[in-house]
């Protein structure tokens, strides 16, 4: 923890859009309201170090990840398993589809990896594989639109509901690291 709040790794591929910037800076308020402290590298913490390593430092000083997948890459026509020849794989049409940064996918796995609860957003569009799919990482993963004019996702009542198991799971982490290893 941090005097600020529980230290969560929030994790999402620069903006490129206004709409896109606003939901993060939406989305760290909301997170400073419910008492968790968003770090971010290249944002938040610096590191010299190789990106990778960085990660897991700061990952290592973390509660929980929370990964942002917004749209990076347009696919207008494309094709996966493209030529196939293997009976139960068949080849699955791209076109118009939004793909996000591969590092949507590695943090994550990473976090997974020690055990850290994981909360995946992913922007309406962006292809469900990898650990977007969802279950991967065993808890609902919700899906935004920034394009529509209703009224902002985070004051939705699915936000309202779904954060909060992750946020229970974020802080008994955060009870747990500061119990000893063995208690006498």
Known sequence: MTGFGVSIFMSYPKPYNSRQRQFVSDVVSDLRGRGLMPRTLGVTDYDTDAPLKAIRRLMSESYGLLTIAFRRAYVERGTANIRTD???????????????TPWAH???????????????LREQGVRADGVLEKGVVGL?????????????????????????????????????????????
């Open 86 to 100: 293997l009976e139960n794989i068949r080849e699955q049409s791209l076109d118009d589809t939004w793909l996000t």
């Open 140 to 184: 609902y993963m919700p899906e935004f639109d920034l394009h529509s004019h209703e009224e902002s996702y985070l004051k939705s009542p699915e936000w309202q509901q779904i954060p909060g198991k992750w946020e229970r799971q974020v802080k008994a982490v955060a009870d747990r690291r500061s119990e000893p290893p063995v208690l006498y």
């Open 106 to 120: 590695i943090e994550p796995a990473m976090a997974f990896q020690i055990g850290l609860p994981i909360l995946i």
